[in-house]
């Protein structure tokens, strides 16, 4: 079955991962195409500013095919060195996929977000939970390390200590602990999760998109610089948004005391 579902309305793009049936687990042959294709036609849609991650039932993703692994087929057969290269090859590539995008993302988690599940919403640039929502990274519970890059995401996100703490222990915490914790920004109601990700996207939607997608930029490049490289950045990269019509439309909005129509020129 179809790992994801691409969708667009005006703006806002969703994608959501199409396996209820095995709580949205992933690492099927084809898995990362799909995902590239959804991510590079989104890159490549100047009409899209913002999307939207989530699960269809009541996970938003278990992580990797546990009994895949336990046959050893698809992704998890073969030799080490096989098995290394379906990493590289498929499951990484959903990964690349989602760091690749342009615009920005917000995961509306609802339901278990574990293992390669909560690397998936750590990619994401905000993050919404709904209260039935738990997070695990319980890699070691199944005799394995953290393969999906989670030890370079998680940190990021919640710090070394408590990212630690998941890994050591795999433990899996609720949505409220999540949001204790800087994973999520807000816990909602499960029928009030896809509404408030809407809401929130088209808040970010209204924005300039070129400005946009350069501000996603500006935050994940300064993540590798230093200080005065950032700064340098963020001067050729504002050096051009000043010629830009939507900057002049911002400020005659601004001026006027109106809405801006931001129209991306």
Not at 68 to 86: E, H, K, L
Not at 115 to 142: E, N, Q, Y
Request: hydrophobic share 45%.
């Amino acid at each position: 079955m179809s790992v994801l579902d691409h969708s667009a309305t005006g703006a806002i793009a969703t994608l959501t991962l199409t396996r209820p049936e095995s709580m949205n687990a992933l690492g099927q042959a084809g898995d990362g195409d799909a995902f590239a294709a959804a991510c590079d036609a989104i890159n490549a849609d100047s009409t899209i500013r913002c999307a939207i991650l989530t699960g269809a039932g009541r996970a938003f993703s278990a992580g990797g095919d546990v009994k895949a692994m336990q046959n050893r087929t698809g992704n998890f057969a073969g030799s080490p060195v096989t098995i290394a290269d379906g990493y590289r090859d498929n499951i990484h590539r959903i990964l690349r996929a989602l760091h690749g995008l342009r615009v920005p993302l917000i995961a509306a988690i609802n339901g278990p977000a574990i293992g390669l599940g909560c690397d998936l919403a750590c990619l994401a640039d905000m993050r919404i939970a709904s209260s039935s929502a738990k997070f695990g990274v319980t890699f070691l519970k199944l005799g394995l390390v953290p393969g999906d890059g989670g030890t370079w995401l998680l940190p990021r996100v919640i710090g070394d200590a408590r990212a630690a703490e998941l890994f050591f222990t795999g433990d899996v915490i609720d949505a409220a602990t999540a949001q204790d914790w800087g994973l999520v920004s807000r816990v909602v109601e499960p029928d009030a999760l896809m509404e408030q990700a809407q809401t929130l996207a088209a808040k970010v939607a209204a924005m300039p998109p070129a400005a946009l997608r350069q501000t996603k930029m500006l935050l994940r490049q300064s993540r590798g610089l230093s200080y005065d490289g950032a700064l340098e950045l963020a001067a050729n990269t504002q050096g051009l948004m000043h010629h830009t019509a939507d900057h002049a439309e911002g400020v005659a909005a601004l001026l006027e005391k109106r809405g801006a129509d931001f129209r991306g020129e």
